[in-house]
């Protein structure tokens, strides 16, 4: 099954998903409102059953955030990638990880360094940076601390030696 034919099967179901024709592969924008709707049809649906979620990213663009999901089927052997945005003024958008387990760490990721709330993440925590860090460090607007608990923190700047 093609994304094209994805797209129609989510309209049957009334998921106001749009089929994005983006190169090399062609993937579905979901309104965040209805992505676990979606997502569970797409894990759900037998003729689908996209049963495991590859990847999950977190991503900072100039008007919004975006979650990519790349979804496959070991059944049928078909992948597809989902995306769904958030204004960076209300960063939430609802958790897919009790479909796919993989999405927890995935999702703890994105928060902690981008700063998407997973609404409904049963453990959302910052997985790979201090408790205490103030900040989401791969915002685009992110300011690095000069020091952390008196540890000077180096903001690297690419040489070319």
């Known amino acids: 099954m093609n994304v094209e034919d994805l797209a129609r099967r989510l309209a049957e179901y009334n998921l106001a998903v749009e089929l994005k024709p983006t190169t090399p592969d062609p993937h579905l924008e979901v309104p965040r409102e209805i992505l676990p709707q979606a997502a569970r049809l797409l894990r759900d649906d037998p003729d ?3 049963d495991s979620l590859m990847c999950l990213s977190g991503l900072d ?3 919004s955030l975006e979650v990519v999901y790349n979804l496959f089927s070991f059944k049928h052997l078909h ?3 989902l995306k769904t945005r958030c204004p960076k003024d209300d ?3 609802p958790t897919v990880s009790p479909l796919w ?3 927890d760490w995935h999702e703890r990721e994105a928060y902690d360094l981008i700063g998407i709330q997973f609404t409904g993440h049963p453990d959302l925590r910052r997985i ?3 408790d205490d860090w103030e ?3 791969l915002r685009k607007d992110y300011q690095a601390p000069a020091l952390w608990h008196d540890i000077p923190v ?3 700047s690419p040489t070319n030696e």
């Open 79 to 81: 992948k597809v990638t």
């Open 61 to 63: 663009r100039p008007d």
């Open 135 to 137: 900040g989401h460090p």
């Open 128 to 130: 790979l940076l201090p």
């Open 154 to 156: 180096t903001n690297p």
């Open 101 to 103: 387990p993989t999405a």
């Open 91 to 93: 960063p939430a958008i």
């Open 48 to 50: 689908l059953a996209f």
